[in-house]
Every structure is written in C-alpha cells, then in structure tokens.
C-alpha cells in the first residue's frame, strides 16, 4: 500500500488547513491509521489516531483543535487543523497498519511500528 499526504502549507497563527492523506488501496476498516509529526531537532509524535473501528484519540496538545476523520469510499484519511500555533510547524505524515491497535495504542506507537506511512506534507505557521 502507497499512502500519499496533501494540503500542507504555510498560515499564520490562528489559521486552519486541512490535510488529505489516500491510500492505494481499499482501506475500508481494514487499518488503524493515524497522523503524526516531525519538526526539526525534534523526536516525531502522533497526532492523532484511528482504530479500526473508528474509534480516536489525540495527543494533548491538539485536542480541540484537530479533528481526524476518514472516508472509505475515497481511500482518504483526513487532519482538519484549527486554531494552529507556530507550535504546529512540522512535516506531517500519514501512517497506517493491519495489526488492530486501540486508538491509543496507534497514538503511541505508528511513529515506529507501522507499516505503510506516506512522505509528508509541509506545515508552517507564522506568529
């Protein structure tokens, strides 16, 4: 499976995107699946997650702001990103796995276990 992010790019602080991340193949509830992020000098850190049955969890520091949601029947998962502070700034990526972690468990561990992950997307934010 090829996973490919979109939607990056740069906002001022307070702004909003809206990431797009679709997979090769028909993902229905087959995956957990997940966002995490990277910024530079920094260790990567999920996002936010989705088990296979839709069940979801956020890192703290997004909660109420980020909203992840999937739509099978175009093979996307989505990151809508609000209120974002310069914080934020960081390559986004996509991530996925058959094996059947809780949404927790995906938060935790899809920055080093998961199979499939695209190569990111560009988030900048400007104070």
């Known amino acids: 499976m090829q996973l490919a992010e979109s939607g990056g790019g740069s906002v001022q602080a307070g702004g909003s995107l809206r990431l797009a991340c679709t997979a090769s193949v028909d993902i229905g509830n087959q995956y957990s699946m997940g966002w995490f992020r990277q910024a530079p000098g920094k260790a990567p850190e999920g996002v936010a997650a989705l088990d296979r049955d839709g069940v979801i969890d956020y890192a703290d520091s997004v909660k109420g702001r980020f909203t992840v949601s999937k739509d099978n029947a175009k093979n996307t998962l989505y990151l809508q990103m609000n209120s974002l502070e310069p914080e934020d700034s960081a390559m986004y990526y996509c991530?996925?796995?058959?094996?059947?972690?809780?949404?927790?468990?995906?938060?935790?561990?899809?920055?080093?276990?998961?199979?499939?992950r695209g190569q990111g997307t560009q988030v900048t934010v400007s104070s």
């Open positions: 991530a996925a796995d058959r094996r059947p972690y809780s949404a927790l468990e995906a938060l935790g561990r899809m920055t080093e276990y998961f199979g499939y």
